[in-house]
């Protein structure tokens, strides 16, 4: 199993900056790629960043140019600067880890509990 925390998130206004961490504990050994995902009331779960353990990362087009997803790999945590936030960014943000184990392998992903942020206009 895999546990993972999040932390930084909180309330802001608009046109300000939060980081959010997230960090990886117990079985990490396997990981491939972290991220962030996000999820606001009556709406689905959508990706926001990823990053693999080789450094590539992938955005959602919402959030280009604004936010940087990091990764420390001797920490276990992965990072999420969010830089020109605006109102519409208001959500639950759930750190994510993919992992492959197994023959065949098999794809599992875990998440964290989730942490919120809000951004006031």
């Known amino acids: 199993q895999v546990q993972l925390v999040e932390s930084g998130g909180g309330l802001v206004q608009a046109g300000g900056s939060l980081r959010l961490s997230c960090a990886a504990s117990g079985s990490i050994f396997g990981i491939n790629a972290m991220g962030w995902y996000r999820q606001a009331p009556g709406k689905q779960r959508d990706l926001v960043a990823a990053?693999?353990?080789?450094?590539?990362?992938n955005y959602a087009d919402s959030v280009k140019g604004r936010f940087t997803i990091s990764r420390d790999n001797a920490k276990n945590t992965v990072y999420l600067q969010m830089n020109s936030l605006k109102p519409e960014d208001t959500a639950v943000y759930y750190c994510n880890a993919k992992k492959v184990v197994g023959l065949p392998p098999a794809e599992y992903a875990y998440w964290g509990p989730g942490t919120q942020v809000t951004v006031s206009s």
């Open positions: 990053i693999t353990s080789g450094g590539s990362t």
